[in-house]
């Protein structure tokens, strides 16, 4: 073990704020590392500290060497990786930790508060949401600090005695403010450079920080559906998504968003097909063109919603499924910004082929007899499919049947059990059963999930679509149109399609959502955050080189390209740095003046304060000359000051006892007593 006593005689502060700020930065990760993991760097940090006050015992380097292999075996077995975002950060405030156990120097405290600014990129890295940015500012103003402390505190030789090192803590040599305010002057100043950065420096295609992150729970709808499954989302009131019209935007009863569309039935479950055995069905586009931007929240999903119907994939790593569905190639982990076009009105130019028939028309032959007797008696006494619809859209709003989240458990039939029996539930419900009896009946028919309607935010003129919008509905075909939309939810609840959910059911979401909306203010105060939130998202964090270039036109750059870029990219770094060197030269004092100027300074502004100022030209001589043709009555006290001033300034090199004759002139100075000026002296 290393003796505490050497370490104790180390200046304090400096250690106090690099370990200040090695601790935020461990905090800035506390929600997403292991409790232990902080727990551990914590203790290590004030382990630290107490060695430095108090004569604790510091581990030794056999001691950090076995720590820091048992922390590593941690981390590989929480993660099974040492490579990506979350094992590198968990390795960092580990290994940190301990080096801040071996500080001894302050090259070893530049070292700590250097892993503070990577823990703090790697935080940026993680998470760039606005409510994080004031964090980020503040960590990064901490390290600045903390970077002056260390590098204006005089380092101690161990191996001196205290009174040889200067004072133990550092007082009186850069005290906290002085460092909070060169801090924070050191980041003003670099404010304009990272302006210039975000401006001109180019921009290449794509993402740049493409980092391996962690798994995280999925939020949002899936690829299955059972009896109740969407419900469970209406207690959630997190955003899914944001959608800003060009235009107009449909009216309420047009607002679904397609999601996952759901084939296959076991009688109980639906589920996505994984894999698509018939064409794309073509369209013909009727109506108006709705042209809007949307932006995901990360929800480890591959679902890109857009209006229904979509007219193309709005990228190149999203394909446009067979059944108009948005696939990505790989899970949304990050905000996901696309713009698309839609019409809510379509129709099929080609028949339904064979194979996509018998897959939309296909049902488990053993399972809910009652639904397929109920189907098969309905349509025998019906002309045409269509008028088979409206048969079962009446049965449903004539039947006694009521939109409730409270639904009860359905047995093995669901779909018998809920027509025959219970007759009470929300969307799912009411999909499930109405595609069940068509497909009983042979149309074809099939489940589709997404969201419907959105709040307004009148602050950012967007819809905010929450997990609590989530619904779903169905499609079924009809010969001379193709696929069309009908929501059989919309029959028993007819203000579905034109309020949301927390509207309808005030007791559907979870107590935190009906306190949100409980109160008009609060639920403005929200809105304006979430529409600044979204302008960060949109102008901050995507500011991609398309985004650039729009900037740049409107600053009057016509067609910047990246030599362009970087040229005014340089311009504007040699006038940042012209602009700094600038300022530090203001702000440089000058040679501090010696003791005897110091002495004559205030010999001149006693002779001033009575009139007796001395003129720019005058040297010592000339102006005692000066003040005894003006005051004769003060000259035989104020001219052997002078004259001695000249002998000790101008006199030749400095003897062994000029201190002392310097001491003697400040004493005689400080004594000297002009009194006022008489009325005859003074000057006109």
């Not at 110091?598 to 720019?616: H, M, N, S, W």
Request: contains cysteine; glycine residues 8%; aromatic residues 10%.
């Amino acid at each position: 073990m290393a003796s505490a006593g050497s370490i104790s005689r180390e200046p304090l502060r400096p250690l106090a704020w690099a370990s200040a700020a090695l601790g935020c930065g461990v905090l800035l990760h506390a929600d997403r590392v292991p409790p232990w993991a902080s727990g551990i760097a914590i203790a290590f940090i004030l382990w630290r500290l107490a060695g430095a006050v108090r004569p604790v015992g510091l581990p030794g380097a056999v001691v950090r060497t076995l720590l820091a292999v048992l922390l590593v075996a941690a981390v590989f077995a929480r993660f099974h990786t040492l490579n990506g975002l979350g094992p590198g950060t968990l390795l960092l405030i580990l290994m940190s930790a301990i080096k801040l156990l071996e500080t001894r120097t302050r090259r070893d405290q530049y070292i700590a508060v250097g892993g503070s600014l990577f823990l703090l990129l790697a935080a940026c890295l993680d998470r760039q949401s606005l409510v994080r940015t004031p964090l980020y500012l503040l960590q990064t103003w901490l390290c600045c600090s903390a970077l002056a402390v260390i590098a204006y505190t005089p380092e101690r030789n161990p191996a001196l005695p205290p009174s040889a090192a200067g004072p133990a803590s550092g007082a009186g040599v850069f005290d906290s403010r002085a460092a909070l305010r060169l801090g924070a002057r050191a980041l003003l100043y670099a404010l304009p450079l990272a302006v210039v950065l975000f401006v001109f420096f180019p921009r290449l295609p794509g993402s740049f920080w493409a980092l391996p992150r962690a798994e995280e729970a999925l939020t949002g709808l899936s690829d299955t559906m059972s009896p109740g499954s969407i419900s469970k989302l209406t207690s959630s009131y997190d955003i899914a998504f944001r959608a800003r019209f060009d235009g107009s935007p449909p009216p309420p009863g047009e607002r679904y968003w397609r999601g996952p569309v759901l084939h296959d039935f076991d009688g109980y479950t639906w589920r996505r097909r994984r894999d698509s055995f018939y064409r794309q069905q073509p369209l013909e586009y009727l109506g108006a063109a709705y042209r809007y931007h949307v932006s995901l929240e990360p929800s480890q999903q591959r679902w890109w919603f857009s209006l229904d119907t979509v007219d193309r994939a709005p990228d190149a790593k999203v394909s446009l499924a067979y059944d108009y569905e948005l696939i990505a190639a790989e899970p949304i982990t990050e905000t996901t910004s696309y713009d698309a076009t839609s019409h809510t009105t379509t129709r099929s130019t080609e028949p339904l082929s064979k194979l996509a028939r018998r897959i939309d028309s296909a049902l488990p032959p053993d399972r809910n007899p009652r639904s397929r007797q109920l189907a098969h008696d309905m349509r025998g006494r019906v002309a045409s499919d269509a008028a088979f619809v409206d048969a079962i859209l009446d049965f449903l709003r004539t039947g006694g049947f009521v939109y409730s989240l409270d639904a009860p458990l359905l047995g093995y039939d669901s779909v018998d059990d809920f027509l025959f029996r219970s007759r009470v539930g929300f969307c799912g419900h009411y999909a499930s059963a109405f595609v069940t009896l068509m497909r009983a009946a042979g149309v074809p028919a099939r489940v589709v999930t997404g969201y419907l309607g959105g709040e307004w935010n009148a602050i950012g003129d967007y819809f905010v679509i929450h997990q609590s919008d989530a619904h779903s509905w169905a499609e079924v075909w009809l010969e001379g149109r193709g696929w069309a939309r009908v929501d059989p939810t919309a029959v028993v609840e007819p203000d579905r399609l034109n309020r949301g959910i927390m509207d309808l059911l005030p007791d559907a979401g979870s107590r935190s959502a009906r306190l949100m909306r409980s109160s008009p203010w609060l639920t403005r105060a929200l809105q304006r955050w979430d529409a600044a939130n979204t302008w960060w998202n949109d102008h901050v964090l995507k500011f991609d080189y398309h985004s650039q270039l729009n900037l740049l036109s409107r600053l009057g750059f016509r067609s910047p390209d990246l030599q362009t870029l970087g040229w005014a990219f340089v311009a504007g770094l040699l006038a940042w740095l012209s602009w700094v060197a600038w300022q530090v030269g203001r702000m440089t004092p000058g040679p501090r003046p010696d003791r005897l100027a110091r002495a004559y300074a205030r010999l001149c502004r006693k002779l001033a304060a009575v009139g007796l100022a001395r003129l720019p030209h005058h040297g010592p001589i000339a102006y005692a000359e000066a003040v005894t043709e003006i005051r004769p009555d003060v000259a035989p006290r104020v001219r052997p000051l002078l004259t001695r001033y000249a002998e000790l300034r101008y006199g030749g090199p400095a003897g062994p006892s000029h201190a002392t004759d310097v001491t003697s002139f400040e004493r005689a100075v400080a004594r000297l007593s002009v009194g006022k000026t008489p009325q005859r002296h003074r000057r006109t």
